[in-house]
């Protein structure tokens, strides 16, 4: 780890294909800085991406890297940071990949608690495929496969991750660019499971939760007087439908983090060159 | 060949069938006898027909017969299940107070011993060792003497207290001198010791001691029969080398899991069963293109679907050879006995660093269950080599860049296989993705590196037909005019089967093969028979169906698809009757 890292190291040189104006680019451009900020580079950074337009985001970066498939990033990046330590792991992918298809990981990666970072960029709709409902989306968003809206309740992500025993929960705004560069950093700083749901607007396909929408509706919890290590008051904020909230909603400074309660703490990738030394006693077990 | 002896006892599940049967193996195997087990068991937890069966003999033993010597029977329905295997002289061992033999129709000769196997359980301090007092009594029988026993049950006790060993120790003796005092009969058995020493273990406990040995150190799975042993073997013994087993939600995260903890650069695998693999068949795709060294084991069980889940079966070869979308390099190898499950599963780990692709495990229910005995040297760990491949440091990866600087994790190389840079090795930042990429690893759909990317992939295959022995085992008589070739755990059965056959004037070449891909060229074995039979646990002849592909003849087939593994005897009669007569069991087609 070098002090001297600029946050345009962890830049690619493929010039991103997001449409001009999505919320993706000022995703990105956070979790760089939130990368430079908290010491890494490149060498050091693991960044694991689903599949959509948010997971593009792997190609657009520069650092060690996986693009998985659809919805499967999370347990890519569990296995990562269990068998290396050392590295600074980070998750990304959109509301689809990570809380339809994905769901299921999401759920079970908060609870596993492993030290890494996820950051998923939901625009409240599939971008990549053109503009199809997500979990996010309203019940009456019109799309072309639901015309007259899902009809379902949209999913609650913090909420999930808040019954899920998520030991921190967070929410920003990409377009925000400070905030959400600092909250990302502490979900970073975080030992644990560090969960960001980001405020990523599809320009294209969703022209209801614009840019403008999330300005006008968005509450930053630093201004209020919220406590992120209350529950309770965490869990009040998070079932608040009437309003979108950004900043650390929820920290459990004191959780154990899943290598912790393992005694996980050295790298796996040394091996001898044959068989250990007391192989054979593996072989006398059997007798 | 001194005579084998066989042996069960069944009753039903949650009776101790499985530790009652593993405590006499154990005996037998620690009084220098060969054994190999087997299990008939269904799937459910309490109740339903439950059976240990074990084969034994000073010379060694690989695979079952339809005979049973003696039989411990806690329930009426063992009996009936066993009937066609009990013969003249064949000991059934039962309490009367709980089970009877009245009504059953036995093979003439059959002896039944009733012993009161609750109540001496009961004398000795408990009901619980009533399956003691019954080995006790099979001692006697087989004439093998009781101190053998001894040991087995400190094995399984001792964790328990002196007292509870020292009781069992009774309810043993108590079983013994029952039969000794109370009934007249002269049995036919003498169960000789010799100095011998073995070892005892299954397909599975063979794998996950393979794994450990190969340096594996990370393991990630969920439950699925028959090859949650793998993880259960692994679990506790992984972390003393600094590994660690995670038990995922599902087995689309168990292989995504395993693939992190590889690109991490740690040695990594997955192991299941045929459900599973469907599961994991994207990611598989992934693993391939993005080149990363993971192990797969796939111990089969009966398919399709849920199929009958504590069953054998053979039916995966074509999943694990095609499946997943699209066109990836894979290797398939199939261990063919409980020690090649080790040396197999070591082998996988090298081929799938120094070729940086999945490999698949074979395994089979059978081998997963079956537990032999060997001499310790037969896991001999000094001869356990261990390869990373092409893995490049901090100095040597500035061959692999580009002039600008940036390293080549997926280079176009004459052999195919690129130079892999474990995460934190400075200056070898890159990514991979499941999309086609150029060898920086970044996404591309240009129409020549898309075709460079390919062939290159491809090419590892061939450099390792080159490099590597793929190789067969060959048994018999290497000129005779019949041919009989297998794969996996048919391997044992049809070995002995030849002994069979050469009673009937039989002569046969026996081939088995653990390698399905890349596999040996049996061309010139093909030709120079006359006959060649393949012999597999499915109905599609999916081993055949290679084999007629790649020597461009049709081949005779011998097909299995019940649930239950060949038996020994069983495939002899099979091979004489594709030899002789047109079939007439159901169960040979051709
Ligand atoms: C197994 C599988 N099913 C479906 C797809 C097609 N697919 C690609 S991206 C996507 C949805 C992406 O939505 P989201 O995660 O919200 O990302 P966005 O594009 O909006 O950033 C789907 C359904 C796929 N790649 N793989
Ligand atoms: S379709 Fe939407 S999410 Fe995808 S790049 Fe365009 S604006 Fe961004």
């Known amino acids: 780890m070098s002090s001297d ?128 409902a997500s979990p996010t989306s309203r019940a009456d968003f019109e799309t072309s496969t639901t015309p007259e809206g899902p009809q379902q309740s949209p999913v609650n992500p913090l909420a999930l991750a808040l019954a899920a025993g998520g030991t921190f929960i967070a929410q920003s705004f990409s377009s925000d660019a400070m905030r959400h560069a600092e909250i990302v ?37 630093a201004d209020t007087d919220h406590e992120p290590t209350d529950r309770d008051a965490a869990k009040q904020k998070i079932l608040d439908s009437s309003r979108e909230y950004q900043g650390v909603l929820y920290r459990d400074p004191a959780a154990k983090t899943y290598e912790e309660s393992k005694g996980l703490d050295e790298p796996m990738t040394e091996i001898p060159d044959g068989a250990p030394e007391d192989a054979m006693d593996l072989v006398r077990e059997f007798y | ?56 003999s000073v010379d060694q033993v690989q695979s079952v017969v339809d005979r049973l010597d003696v039989l411990i029977a806690l329930t009426p329905r063992t009996v009936e299940e066993n009937r066609d295997e009990l013969h003249d002289g064949s000991v059934v061992i039962y309490d009367g107070s709980r089970t009877t033999m009245q009504g059953l129709d036995l093979p003439e000769g059959v002896v039944g011993l009733d012993v009161p196997l609750n109540e001496l359980a009961e004398e000795a301090g408990g009901a619980i060792m009533r399956n003691v007092v019954a080995l006790g009594a099979a001692c006697e029988v087989s004439g093998f003497p009781i101190e053998n026993l001894d040991s087995a049950l400190q094995k399984r006790f001792g964790d328990k207290g002196t007292s509870i060993v020292e009781n069992n120790e009774q309810a043993a003796r108590l079983g013994r001198d029952y039969v000794g005092e109370e009934f007249d009969h002269e049995f036919d058995y003498e169960l000789e010791t010799t100095d011998a020493d073995y070892v005892l273990l299954n397909g599975d406990e063979a794998i996950g001691m393979g794994a450990l040995a190969a340096g594996c150190r990370f393991y990630a799975g969920y439950p699925i029969t028959p090859a949650t042993a793998v993880m259960e073997y692994l679990t506790g013994r992984i972390e003393k080398y600094g590994g660690h087993v995670v038990q995922a939600e599902d087995e689309l995260a168990a292989i995504n899991l395993a693939l992190g903890a590889a690109r991490a650069g740690a040695r990594s695998m997955t192991a299941t069963s045929g459900p ?43 999943m694990m050879l095609y499946g997943g979308h699209g066109e990836v390099p894979r290797f398939v190898l199939a261990p063919t006995t409980v020690s090649e499950c080790f040396w197999k599963t070591v082998e996988a780990f090298n081929l799938a660093e120094k070729y940086q692709l999945p490999v698949y495990l074979a395994g089979d229910l059978s081998l997963a269950v079956t537990e032999q005995t060997y001499p310790p040297e037969a896991f001999d760990m000094d001869e356990v080599e261990i390869d990373r491949g092409f893995v490049v440091d901090e100095e040597t990866i500035a061959d692999h860049k580009t002039p600008d600087g940036k390293f080549k994790p997926h280079e176009i190389t004459d052999d195919g296989i690129s130079p892999r840079a474990f995460p934190g090795t400075d200056g070898g930042a890159h990514m991979s993705t499941g999309l086609e990429h150029d060898e920086l690893g970044r996404r591309t759909e240009d129409t020549e590196m898309r075709k460079k990317q390919v062939e290159k992939r491809n090419r590892k295959v061939e450099t390792a037909i080159e490099r590597e022995a793929f190789n067969y085992r060959e048994f018999g008589d290497p000129d005779a005019d019949t041919l009989v070739i297998t794969w996996g755990s048919t391997e044992g059965a049809l070995v002995e089967a030849l002994s069979f056959l050469e009673e009937e004037g039989i002569e046969a070449r026996v ?3 653990p390698y399905i891909f890349p596999r040996p060229d049996l061309s010139e074995a093909v030709e120079a028979a006359e006959t060649t039979i393949v012999v597999e646990c499915n109905e599609r002849g999916q081993f055949a169906n290679l084999v007629e592909h790649d020597v461009l003849e049709r081949v005779e087939r011998i097909n299995k698809y019940d649930g239950v593994q060949f038996k020994a005897d069983e495939l002899a009669e099979m091979i004489q009757d594709v030899l002789g007569e047109p079939a007439e069991k159901s169960e040979v087609s051709q």
Request: with cysteine; net charge negative.
């Open chain 2, 511 to 513: 081939i088995s093969v």
């Open chain 2, 276 to 318: 599973g693999i469907d599961l994991m068949a994207e990611t598989f795709g992934l693993v391939a293109t993005s080149e990363t060294p993971l192990v797969i084991a796939n111990v089969m069980r009966s398919g399709p679907s849920t199929g009958m889940p504590t069953k054998q079966e053979q039916g995966d070869l074509n």
């Open chain 1, 185 to 221: 950093q502490e979900a970073i700083e975080h030992d644990g499971f560090g969960f960001v749901n980001v405020f990523s607007p599809c320009v294209t396909f969703n022209d209801v939760d614009t840019y403008d929408y999330f300005r006008d509706n968005l509450v930053d919890v």
């Open chain 2, 1 to 56: 060949m001194p005579a084998d002896f066989n042996w069960a006892i069944g009753g039903e599940a949650g009776d101790g069938i499985d530790s009652t049967g593993k405590i006499f193996a154990q005996a037998l195997s620690r009084a220098g006898r060969h054994v190999f087990t087997s299990k008939d068991f269904a799937s459910r937890i309490r109740g339903g027909y439950t059976a240990y069966k074990i084969r034994t």
């Open chain 1, 5 to 132: 890292v600029r946050f345009t190291d962890f830049k690619s040189d493929k010039q991103p294909t997001w449409c001009p104006g999505c919320g993706d680019f000022g995703t990105m451009n956070g979790m760089m800085k939130a990368l430079a900020n908290t010491g890494n580079d490149p060498d050091n950074t693991f960044v694991v991406a689903g599949i959509g337009c948010s997971g593009k985001i792997g190609t657009y970066m520069h650092s060690y890297s996986l693009h998985g498939v659809h919805g499967r990033a999370l347990p890519v990046g569990a296995g990562v940071k269990i068998a290396n330590p050392d590295l600074e792991v980070m998750v990304a992918g959109g509301d689809g990949d990570g809380y339809s298809i994905g769901v299921g990981h999401f759920i079970h990666n908060v609870r596993r608690n492993v030290d890494m970072t996820y950051v998923v960029m939901d625009n409240r709709i599939y971008g990549l495929t053109k503009g199809q």
